[in-house]
Structure formats: C-alpha cells, structure tokens
C-alpha cells in the first residue's frame, strides 16, 4: 500500500545522493540550466560553473531522485569563510513537491559540518520563483561578493546558517 499526504495525495520519496556532476543524468540537467539560463540573460550576466568547477574538491554536488529518476541538482562551493550555493535546478514537471528545499538544507548542512556558517549565492533578477524560495529560506539581499561585480541582472543573497 502507498503512502499518501494529509490531502490524500500520493507521498512521494525524495532521496539525496552526492554524486558526480559529469554523471549523465546530472549533466544533462546541468544543459538544461544552462539553455534556461542562457535564454534570459546576456553572457557576461550568467555565472555558470561547469561542469569541469563542479567536479573539484570543494564542491558538493547534490543530486534529487524520486524513485531511480532525477529530479534536481544543487551544488555548494566551499570558499574561504562561506559557501556559494550554485546550479540548484529543479525542472518544471518536479516543481513544488519540495525538491529545491530538501537540497538547499542538505547544502546548508555540509557547510555546517565544515564549520562555514554563512551561504551566498547570485541568481538572476528574472528568477521570481527562485527568489522567493531564497527568502523564504531565510536569505537577504547582500551586495556583490567574492569575484562578482555589481550587475543589474543579478541579485546576491547571503544567510547565516547553523
């Protein structure tokens, strides 16, 4: 028998693994950010990590599953006193079954076992939805940080965590 919502609704089964973000499956959601992205804003407006950045050793790439099929990707990188939350994707058949907010905790708890307690990250003005959920999550708007410059497609946001 199913587990099913309050609502009657199906329960669903999200499971997070850290894999490999050359790994297909992800690179291929990665391609997917990447169009999106590439769609809305100028080139000198999209910071988008590689997949070659991805991979080094201060970077925790996440991957979203729902049964054996992916569902998201989200990544953290370890700078020196914060970690900058990049590639945090869901796409749009998945969205609002609570995928990006299982990765953003997951993400905010490898920088606490690290001992990085605060988390940035750049995202674009047009992402509503995206900003949203950063607020929600409890992020404030900060100035540019790190290599960044001021941009006025960008928006910077910055939480203390742990």
Not at 137 to 156: K, Q
């Amino acid at each position: 028998m199913k587990k099913v919502n309050r609502d009657g609704t199906p329960s669903i089964m999200i499971v997070l693994r850290q894999i490999d973000p050359t790994q297909a499956d992800a690179a291929d959601l990665i391609r997917q950010l990447d169009e999106y992205q590439e769609s809305m804003y100028p080139p000198e407006s999209n910071h988008l990590d590689s997949v070659d950045e991805l991979s080094k050793t201060n970077v925790h790439f996440l991957a979203a599953y729902i049964d054996s099929t992916i569902c998201g990707i989200g990544a953290v990188k370890v700078l020196n006193d914060y970690g900058e939350i990049k590639r945090l994707y869901v796409p749009g058949k998945y969205r609002g079954k609570g995928i990006a907010k299982k990765i953003v905790k997951e993400l905010e708890k490898c920088l606490v076992k690290r001992s990085i307690f605060t988390a940035r990250l750049e995202t674009g003005i047009h992402q509503h939805e995206a900003i949203d959920l950063y607020k929600k999550f409890g992020y404030s708007e900060i100035a540019p940080f790190g290599d960044y410059t001021e941009d006025p497609l960008s928006v910077f946001m910055e939480k203390k965590i742990g």
